[in-house]
């Protein structure tokens, strides 16, 4: 009896402790313990899809750039107001027309233990310049041009005059890689990323969760936080109660619908900043009958965009009249958007042979926003005699999809990473831009190859400017695009984080970030 009793003191002196280490802990990641004494070390960021590859030469994708921007960086770097700041790259001079001269930082690591040289930097542009993707981006580099002075220093040489390089080089795409890094990692480098940024790769369990942590041999200001994991969470709202629960730290891309909720929340805060992202309505015009400008044309007089932007985006960003919005120079803001008028869209359809309409598919990824779009569209289609099925495709086979050209119509966006109108349009409507680098529309005008190219070798600014103008206007009537809004960053933190800087292009660093 003594011993049973004893026994049940035993027991009831495991369960309190057993009850208090409970009541200590957190359902979320990293809440107790660490250097912080007892503050959270580790950041949950939760976006709309999982990245695509970690490799920056693998695709330019929004959700797989805002994870690269944590491991890797670039030569220069453009800062919160896109002013160049110095990145690998201490300094640089410009030579001559063609050619500018960068010294390297000296005492970089990268992740695994190399340090930087320039031979990375001629490896990774090299690289770069094969690349689909990103081909485009470093596209003026001229590959016999790339010249290594020592070890911290090296030239790079445009095949022409290319006033954006230096911007370009700010880009994600243009992120520098380490040669051994990659050579030992073959076809799984996009699995094993290696930069110099302030985090590393841990860990990805495809279309869940990628995590990363703190690079303790840093070469700039050290990561803030031990952790970050970015989790993909493709419904919006399902975004916004993890964060209202606390299973994550900050949202990316809140829904319009969900801002309101989000000021109102006392442990939450909603922060907003005009971007430099178009959203759009492709058209494939490769594909019948939207080789026919008559028929895009016509969708675009019978799509109400202003409904749309009321009733989706509900006073997130602003209509878009163009496919550069205002805070990119150059962005022709004299654009007579197409008046919404069934009519006129129907006299165009009859003038196509086509009264009777036809059917078609607009694609979009599982991004709730679109889907809705998507559906308003579909519903006014209906009215000039279009059947529209509305294909909602995973992010993966989407980008792959509209690269191949498999779609007819589609909704998508494009960021004007660099701030310049030659990344804004050049990708987009140059007929060497085709599928993966950006033109998914397959649309092609030779007036709009010509002045593309002379805008981008030219060093004078008025010029650049009045050719930019001057295809925006093409553009516009040529309508390979419905413009549909330019947007906003609308990220939603918990109370307690703090360090957080929005960027203009979305991928925002998070070095700084910490808990309070």
Not at 245 to 268: A, N, Q
Not at 314 to 339: D, H, I, M, R, T
Not at 487 to 494: C, Q, S
Request: hydrophobic share 35%.
């Amino acid at each position: 009896m003594i011993k049973s009793k004893k026994m049940l003191a035993l027991l009831s002196m495991i369960i309190v402790l057993a009850l208090v280490a409970v009541g200590c802990g957190n359902s979320g990641d990293g809440a107790t313990g660490g250097a912080n004494g007892g503050v959270k070390d580790t950041l949950v960021v939760a976006q709309n899809s999982d990245a695509k590859t970690l490799d920056p030469h693998g695709t330019n994708d929004n959700a797989s750039s805002r994870v690269t921007k944590q491991i890797n960086e670039t030569l220069v770097e453009q800062d919160e107001n896109m002013e160049l700041q110095p990145g690998l790259a201490e300094s640089w001079e410009k030579i001559d027309d063609l050619t500018f001269e960068f010294k390297l930082k000296q005492g970089v690591k990268f992740h695994n233990g190399e340090e930087l040289k320039a031979s990375d930097v001629k490896f990774t542009f090299l690289r770069a310049l094969e690349s689909p993707h990103v081909g485009h981006i470093v596209g003026a580099i001229n590959k016999d041009g790339i010249e290594i002075v020592d070890d911290y220093t090296i030239r790079i040489a445009t095949t022409e005059p290319f006033a954006p390089l230096l911007a370009h080089l700010a880009h994600p795409g243009s992120s520098i890689l380490n040669e051994k890094a990659v050579t030992d990692a073959g076809d799984d480098y996009g699995q094993e990323p290696v930069g110099t940024g302030p985090f590393k790769f841990e860990n990805w369990v495809n279309g869940d969760e990628i995590s990363l942590v703190k690079f303790e041999e840093y070469h700039g200001e050290k990561a803030k936080v031990e952790k970050v994991k970015f989790r993909s969470i493709s419904e919006a709202t399902n975004r916004t109660i993890n964060l209202e629960t606390g299973e994550v730290d900050i949202v990316y891309d809140v829904l319009p619908t969900d801002v309101k909720r989000i000021e109102e929340d006392k442990d939450l805060v909603l922060m907003r900043q005009e971007n430099l992202s178009t959203t759009y309505i492709g058209f494939n015009v490769q594909k019948k009958p939207f080789d026919d400008v008559r028929v895009r044309q016509a969708i675009n007089h019978a799509v109400d965009v202003d409904s749309i932007i009321e009733a989706v985006m509900q006073g997130v960003g602003e209509l878009a009249n163009g496919p550069l919005g205002p805070n990119v120079w150059a962005s022709n803001q004299k654009l007579v958007p197409y008046e919404y008028n069934v009519e006129k869209a129907k006299e165009l359809m009859k003038e196509a042979g086509l009264e009777n309409g036809f059917k078609t598919s607009i694609w979009t990824n599982d991004n709730k926003s679109r889907m809705d779009i998507a559906e308003i569209v579909q519903n006014q289609l209906k009215e000039i005699n279009i059947e529209a099925e509305v294909k909602v495709v995973e992010w993966g086979a989407y980008i792959d999809g509209t690269a191949k050209g498999e779609h007819d119509m589609f909704i998508l966006g494009w960021t004007a990473v660099t701030g310049d109108p030659d990344y804004g349009i050049y990708p987009l409507f140059h007929s060497s831009q085709f599928g993966d680098a950006g033109n998914r529309t397959f649309y092609a005008n030779a007036k709009v190859d010509e002045l593309l190219d002379k805008a981008r070798k030219s060093t004078d600014q008025a010029e650049r400017e009045k050719a930019y103008l001057e295809v925006q206007e093409i553009v516009r009537n040529d309508a390979p695009w419905i413009f549909l809004n330019n947007g906003e960053n609308v990220e939603g933190l918990r109370s307690n984080v703090k360090g957080f800087v929005q960027h203009p292009a979305g991928h925002h660093r998070l070095g700084s970030v910490y808990f309070e």
